[in-house]
Structure formats: structure tokens, C-alpha cells
């Protein structure tokens, strides 16, 4: 419903932010909450939970922490507060590590996080999805995501446009447009 908020923090908890936006204050759970600094102008990235009686915004500082906390919560048995408890150790790379490799004691550590719970999540993220790839993803630069959309729009092949991703990179600091060109020039 909300992908993001930008505003100001007005309030730390030590399990959410108050962040205001057109004098509205929004209550929003975070894994780090003190990751914020009270006053300063943030955009937030939100997920609203909704059950019969809760309706919790859960917020995050990027889009890439929400989309993996959006997988964690998939598993069977896992909640938001188990997923919450995951990111606040704030290595998400690390967190998804431990689910390809399969390290059942890497996410034991977690508060909440029996046994049983961290088999869960490897059974159910393990090979569902290749998160490396997909938080890498993420992370790209908005330009080479921008590019690589206009190559596949203009009908070029992933193995094409994967081809010439490194040219892409290594030339970011030009123009959106020239970056095109030189794409389909190296194609």
C-alpha cells in the first residue's frame, strides 16, 4: 500500500521511529531503530501488516532490507517480529549466506530463533529464489537498471544485455541517454 515515506524522524524508540510527514506522525517498526538520527529527513521504506486486529507499518532504510524482510516473513511460521529480530543484526549479505549454505547456527543466534525456526527458513528460501542475485539487483546503480530496461524494451536478449552490463558500469558517470547508445554500439 505505502512504498515509502520520506519525512522527519520526531521520535526514537528502542522498537520504532515517529516519522512526520504534512503533520501526520507515523508509527513505524524498525529493525534499527537507533540507525536514525532524531530530526533528520528520511525516506523510509514501508510495509503495512495487516491482520484482523493489527495494522503495524514496518519501515526500512532501503528498499533491499524491505525486500528481504518481505522474504523472511514467506517462511512458514515466521512473523514479523522473528524477521525483525533477523535484520537488526544488520548484515543482511551474511543473513543470506547462512540460508544458501545452509548454517542452521548462524541463525539460531537470533532472538526467537529455535532449531526448528532456522530450518524453516533455509527450507523455505533455500533455492526458492537466488537472493544473492536478487539483492544485487537491488543495489544496482538506478542508471544501469534504466538501461538495461530500455535494451530489453527495445527487444534485446538477457544474454545480450548481460554481455555489455560491465561497459555500462564502467561508463556510469555519463548522461542516461549516452549510456544507451554506447550500449547498443557494444551490443
Known amino acids: 500500500m505505502y512504498n515509502y515515506i520520506k519525512g522527519r524522524i520526531t521520535q526514537i524508540n528502542a522498537k520504532y521511529v515517529t516519522l512526520e510527514n504534512n503533520q501526520i506522525g507515523y508509527l513505524i517498526k524498525t529493525p534499527n531503530p537507533f540507525n536514525f ?27 533491499k532490507e524491505r525486500d528481504f524482510f518481505l522474504q523472511l516473513i514467506s517462511v512458514k511460521g515466521l512473523g514479523p517480529k ?38 524453516q527458513i533455509i ?3 533455500h533455492g526458492k529464489v ?9 543495489t544496482e546503480d538506478t542508471k544501469i537498471t534504466n538501461v538495461k530496461e530500455a535494451l530489453k524494451n527495445l527487444g534485446y536478449k538477457p544474454a545480450e544485455i548481460k554481455k555489455v552490463t560491465p561497459f ?11 549510456l544507451i547508445k554506447l550500449a547498443l554500439k557494444n551490443i
Open 37 to 63: 538520527e532524531l530530526n533528520s529527513e528520511v525516506t523510509i521504506y514501508t510495509y503495512l501488516y495487516v491482520r484482523e486486529d493489527i495494522f503495524d507499518l514496518y519501515g526500512f532504510a532501503s528498499a
Open 82 to 119: 522473528g524477521a525483525l529480530a533477523i535484520l537488526a543484526s544488520g548484515n543482511i549479505q551474511l543473513i543470506i549466506d547462512a540460508i544458501q549454505s545452509g548454517n542452521n547456527r548462524y541463525l539460531e543466534r537470533f532472538p526467537g530463533i529455535g532449531a526448528k525456526a532456522s530450518q
Open 123 to 125: 527450507l523455505d528460501l
Open 130 to 138: 537466488n537472493l544473492q542475485e536478487k539483492m544485487a539487483e537491488a
Open 168 to 178: 555500462i558500469k564502467a561508463n556510469i558517470d555519463q548522461p542516461l541517454g549516452i
